[in-house]
């Protein structure tokens, strides 16, 4: 890892700073975050860098969303369509399974309406995830204590510090990995929050075979989670070749032959964004070093 310089430090402070001001106080912020104490946050919104290292600073960007690379987001078709789900459930209270290919920008748009949006929590589930790491995640993310031994105690708190929030929205992503048994225990957190606060889970196209499949078989949640989502699931559209280009143009890469070089390995990647990141990344570094070589011959 390189080095970090003060731009980048100041960058990290002033997102961490927006990051903050989507909870009641620093100190609800800094719950939220793995590993980063109050007084931590509170040197780095100081700009009291002094004993706080790299490693950290690192560390806070990586859960805030804050990519220290410089990156620009293109509001593609996929983009709008996933804002605006997300913009339906936080200021109507919906409940709304998002879903659309791996690579699509659904992560992306997520934490960039996160970022820009006040009451957003961000939780990301994972295939191991019981019922007690899944309230726990959601008690961090709002900012509320998730130590207790009392499951039931975590999970009402939290409750009410969401109940007490204007327009209140949790972004569940890879919401397909759950496990039947947190399903399940969903369903009675979205009878406490309904009408409360808004609700969006995103994942690929698998979730719909999973629900049909659990719906034909009578299996225990798969009703209610059905009818909790409205019985429709949201499809995005897969990204195109025209935002292919338009991300190449916004992040810098105006060479033809770069371009078009993007734009196949693009294709041949099914127009998955995370290749199309890796492809532009590596043709600016190689235009970069050929620059460097240019002007040492020089």
Known sequence: ???????????????LMEYCANYPSQNRASESLNGVSAATVSQIGNGKYLNISDDMFVRIATQIGYSLERWTLHDSQTFA???????????????????????CGKTTAAIEYRRAHRNVFYILCSEDMRKSDFVR?????????????NLRDILEYAIGMIAFL???ILIFDEGDKLTDSVFNYFISIYN???????????????????????????KKGYKEINSRIGRKFFDVSATT?????AICRANGLTDPA????????AMQGEYDLRRVKRVIHACKRISEAKKREGGLRE
């Not at 605006?84 to 290919?101: E, H, I, K, P, Y």
């Not at 995640?137 to 031994?149: C, F, L, M, N, S």
């Not at 070749?241 to 280009?245: I, L, S």
């Not at 770069?258 to 390995?265: D, F, H, N």
């Open 137 to 149: 995640e959601i008690a961090k993310q709002v900012g509320a204590p998730a130590d207790g031994t």
């Open 258 to 265: 770069e371009i078009k070089r993007v734009l196949r390995e």
């Open 81 to 103: 369509r996933i804002t605006f789900a997300m913009t339906d459930a936080q200021s109507f209270r919906n409940v709304t399974w998002l879903v659309g290919d791996a690579g």
């Open 166 to 168: 204007k327009n209140p």
């Open 1 to 15: 890892m390189k080095e970090l310089t003060k731009q980048d430090k100041d960058a990290i402070r002033d997102a």
């Open 192 to 218: 406490r929050l309904e009408d409360k606060c808004g609700i969006v889970f995103l994942s690929t196209d698998y979730i719909k075979r999973r629900i049909e499949n659990g719906i034909r078989y009578n």
């Open 241 to 245: 070749e025209q935002d292919v280009y």
